[in-house]
């Protein structure tokens, strides 16, 4: 099924996803790879916040390439979950309510997600130059330092991911 969805993701919205749904995002989406998600992990553990308020929001795990004259960014294409697997039950737990990326997630971050009423959407590998076009503003708003890997806010508009993975722990990977 296609669904629409205005961000931020709240439990409500999520809790209608299923995996194998079609998703279109509209609003703010924060992009953070490996780098961006152990400075993070290090901030927490240091008493300091987050550089974004992590209700509800959507983490996009993508690090893009120099934006062409005239657009926002570049190719924007996700990158492989799996390495941000340790990091993200944290986050989850602190009220994070979705990530995109690509792959398989481990079991920790599953029952995480099912805890939290989270979900996990994938964007399609290889079509970075069509997902750039669904970002219609982009700015770094921390670690500038990481170059690609910083992070940034994104504005979406009908941004297209797949439900992979739902709140009540449906996998699409292995559930037909």
Known sequence: MDRYLETPLTKEKIAQLQAGDMVYLTGTVYTARDAAHKRMAETLRDGGELPFPIENAVIYYMGPSPAREGRPIGSAGPTTASRMDRYTPELLDLGMSAMIGKGKRSQEVRDAIVRNGAVYLAAIGGAGALLSRAIVDA??????????????????????????????????????
């Open 139 to 176: 700015e770094v708003i921390a670690y500038e330092d990481l170059g690609t890997e910083a992070i940034r806010k994104l504005t979406v508009k009908d941004f297209p991911a797949i439900v992979v993975f739902d709140s009540t722990g449906r996998d699409l990977y292995i559930y037909n």
